[in-house]
C-alpha cells in the first residue's frame, strides 16, 4: 500500500476484559502451561484522518456482558469516541472483521454507516453449521438479526476477497478463525499497521506460530499469521485482536488511561 500525506490516526479502544482466562484457552491443542492465567481484553479500533472515520468492529454491549459473566465491561465505544473527540456520526464505514459475539455488539449507535463485512462470512453464520457444535455460543442472534435487517436496507457491503474501504484502508480475507476473518491494512505516517483482529488474538500466536484455539481452517491461520508479516512495515504495527500487552506497548490517550491508546 502506497503511504499518502495525512494518513490516519488509529486508535484502540478497549471496552471490556475477561481475567479469570487460562493459557490453554488461548492455543490451539492448548498450552504446557495451560492452567496459569492469560487475562483477555475486548477492543474495537478507530481509524482517523482526511475528514472521514472508519470503525472497526463493534465490541458487545454491557447486557451481552452481564449475561455471558466473567466480563468486566467498561464503557460503550461510542462514548470513549466521544471523549476522544470523535463525533459518532462521522462515522460513515465500520469493517466488522467478523460476526463473532464479541465484535457485532453496537451497531445500531452507528445507524448511517456502512457495514463492510465479508460474503463468505454472512454466507457461514446464516447457513447450515451455524447450528453445530459450539458454534451458536459464538454469535448474537440478535445481532446477526441487526446485520440481516440492514442488508436489506442496502446499509452491508458484501465483500469478495480484498476491497479499499476509502483510500488507505484496505480489508484482506484471511478466513482461518471463522469462514470469513477480514484484516485491515491502514496507511499511517510510520507506515502499513494491520489491525489483525482474530487472526492473532494475542502476540503471542502469530510471534511463536501458535494459531488460536478456536479454528475453521488452520492452514489459512498461518496463511494470515505469513499476510500479516508480509504486510506490516514494522512487526510492532501488528496489532492483536484481544491482547492486554497493547495497552502497555502504546501511549494511553491522556485521560483514557486503562481504555484508550494511540497506535498510530
Ligand atoms: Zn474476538
Redesign the pocket.
Known amino acids: 500500500m502506497t503511504i499518502q500525506a495525512n494518513a490516519f490516526a488509529v486508535y484502540a479502544i478497549r471496552f471490556a476484559s475477561r481475567d479469570a482466562s487460562l493459557r490453554k484457552e488461548h492455543f490451539y491443542r492448548g498450552d504446557p502451561c495451560g492452567d496459569e492465567s492469560l487475562p483477555i481484553d ?1 477492543f474495537v479500533w478507530v481509524i482517523v484522518g482526511r475528514g472521514t472515520t472508519v470503525l472497526v468492529d463493534a465490541g458487545f454491549t454491557r447486557e451481552v456482558a452481564e449475561r455471558r459473566g466473567n466480563r468486566t465491561f467498561l464503557q460503550p465505544p461510542a462514548e470513549t469516541m466521544r471523549q476522544l473527540g470523535i463525533a459518532t456520526d462521522s462515522v460513515k464505514n465500520i469493517i466488522l472483521t ?1 460476526l ?1 459475539y ?2 457485532t455488539g453496537h451497531l445500531p449507535d452507528f445507524p448511517s454507516a456502512q457495514v463492510h463485512l465479508q460474503r463468505t462470512e454472512l454466507d457461514y453464520w446464516t447457513g447450515p453449521y451455524a447450528r453445530r457444535g459450539e458454534n451458536p455460543h459464538l454469535i448474537e442472534p440478535g445481532d446477526l438479526a441487526y446485520v440481516k435487517e440492514q442488508l436489506k436496507n442496502g446499509k452491508v457491503t458484501l465483500v469478495d476477497g480484498d476491497a479499499e474501504i476509502v483510500p488507505g484502508v484496505e480489508v484482506h480475507r484471511v478466513g482461518g478463525h471463522t469462514q470469513g476473518l477480514q484484516v485491515v491494512a491502514v496507511a499511517t505516517e510510520g507506515g502499513t499497521l494491520v489491525l489483525a ?2 487472526a492473532t ?1 494475542f502476540y503471542a500466536n502469530i510471534d511463536e506460530d501458535r494459531p488460536y484455539s478456536i479454528v475453521d481452517h488452520l492452514p489459512s491461520m498461518y496463511d494470515a499469521f505469513d499476510w500479516i508479516k508480509m504486510t506490516a512495515s514494522v512487526p510492532e504495527f501488528i496489532i492483536p ?2 491482547d492486554p500487552l497493547v495497552l502497555e506497548r502504546f501511549p494511553a490517550v491522556p485521560g483514557l488511561e486503562g481504555v484508550a491508546v494511540r497506535l498510530a
Open positions: 475486548y467478523h463473532h464479541d465484535h483482529s482474530d488474538h485482536g484481544h
